[in-house]
């Protein structure tokens, strides 16, 4: 396909994701745990409270910053929509340097969870923007003095939002640590510091959430068999409307597992990490005895299994005459469609349709069932103007 064709798709295909995330981010009313997170720590300034699972810090310290500007949903967003736009700002970049530009932009955002987490006043965005900035910044660009410090550092603050990505952190650091001590002994050794700095502060922490009796999201059983159908439950996070579409999605996770003795050195690392972290996170909980990860515990993990996708197919058939790229056209069709079929403005996969924000602020008994952090929210936003508005 030709070079400014596929160029000017792709930013257009862009602009319509971004103008996706804040259009919704503005106009889709609050949802439980987001209303649950600004009442209880951000309102209350008690950002550092780590009772339950609901605080993710790192995204609640961003929320307790951008309402000082105001206290509006889009003001308690506005730390993910940041960190969706610059997901896809990102993925533009790569796909100026790929040959299969289209296929590259469409992979990459395909995730219908994905792009629904970068519109709520939740972790799972900024986490999962933090480790594809990481893998971008160290498998793509051309490697600096400390490419392997800024890495480690953004899969680290990463963990502070969902915790139990300190597994992706620590394996990077493990698996590269050999290379990066010859090749920059005091950005390793600094590297080092902070991540045992990080690593130990994470670890409490989720120890503490995760004590008996405190609520933690997750699957109480599974079977090897069930996590197999659905790629350890990666194909939920694309909401597949069709067969063509899963076949789309078997065919992301498969291929590099196929393609990996082909791949050049620095991605088969990438690989590895990204899969010794799944591994990681599906044992852990049977050592522990606690829920297996499922839907959105798994999306910060999505972007470094598509890049894994997107460079071995990049490296295999670079070459290859434009069949292949009409082919990769047609592939990135199927999951382009799934995607904008499933995009919706006023409801939310995992809460449902949105709740009438007036009828919140209003109706009595919403402060005595479900809704109650909700209605509690909506009214504490209009409390000087509660009587006018409630008639």
Same mark, same amino acid.
């Given at each position: 396909m030709n070079y400014k064709i596929s160029a000017r798709f792709c930013r257009l295909y862009i602009a319509i994701l971004s103008f996706h995330i804040v259009y919704k981010a503005y106009v889709n009313s609050i949802t439980t745990d987001e209303a649950y997170t600004y009442l209880e720590y951000v309102y209350t300034g008690d950002v550092f409270n780590i009772g339950v699972a609901n605080n993710h810090i790192l995204n609640t310290f961003s929320m307790f910053l951008t309402t000082f500007l105001g206290e509006t949903e889009i003001f308690l967003r506005l730390p993910n929509v940041v960190a969706g736009l610059g997901y896809l700002l990102t993925v533009l970049v790569i796909s100026q340097n790929n040959q299969f530009k289209i296929l590259t932009v469409v992979v990459l955002t395909s995730p219908v969870y994905l792009i629904e987490y970068f519109t709520l006043a939740r972790g799972y965005g900024i986490s999962s923007f933090l480790i594809f900035f990481g893998c971008f910044n160290f498998y793509v660009l051309k490697r600096y003095k400390y490419s392997f410090l800024i890495s480690t550092t953004a899969f680290l603050l990463s963990s502070l939002s969902i915790h139990i990505y300190i597994v992706f952190a620590g394996l990077f650091v493990?698996?590269? *640590?050999?290379?990066?001590?010859?090749y920059n002994k005091r950005g390793f050794l600094i590297s080092i510091l902070i991540s045992i700095f990080f690593g130990y502060y994470v670890s409490t922490l989720t120890f503490i959430?995760?004590? %008996?009796?405190? %609520?933690?999201?997750? *699957?109480?059983?599974?079977?090897?068999?069930?996590?197999?159908?659905? @790629? !350890?439950g990666f194909v939920?996070?694309?909401? @597949?409307?069709?067969? !063509?579409?899963? @076949? *789309?999605v078997y065919i992301l996770f498969l291929f590099p597992l196929f393609m990996f003795s082909s791949m %050049?050195?620095?991605f088969k690392n990438l690989y590895l990490v990204t899969v010794l972290s799944l591994i990681f996170l599906f044992t852990l909980p049977i050592i522990f005895e606690k829920p297996f990860p499922i839907q959105r515990l798994l999306i910060p993990l999505l972007p470094p299994f598509l890049l894994t996708f997107v460079f071995s197919f990049e490296n295999q058939f670079n070459l290859y005459p434009k069949f292949v790229n009409y082919l990769s056209v047609l592939f990135s069709i199927f999951l382009s469609l799934n995607l904008f079929l499933n995009l919706e403005n006023k409801s939310t996969i995992d809460w449902g349709v949105g709740i009438n924000k007036e009828l919140l602020t209003c109706e009595e008994e919403a402060l005595t069932d479900m809704r109650v952090r909700m209605a509690e929210y909506y009214r504490l936003l209009n409390k000087k103007d509660l009587t006018t508005i409630c008639k």
């Open positions: 493990l698996l590269n *640590a050999k290379n990066e001590y010859f959430i995760s004590q %008996p009796g405190r %609520p933690l999201f997750g *699957a109480e059983s599974t079977t090897f068999m069930s996590l197999l159908k659905n @790629v !350890f939920e996070l694309f909401q @597949v409307e069709n067969i !063509f579409s899963l @076949v *789309a %050049p050195s620095e």
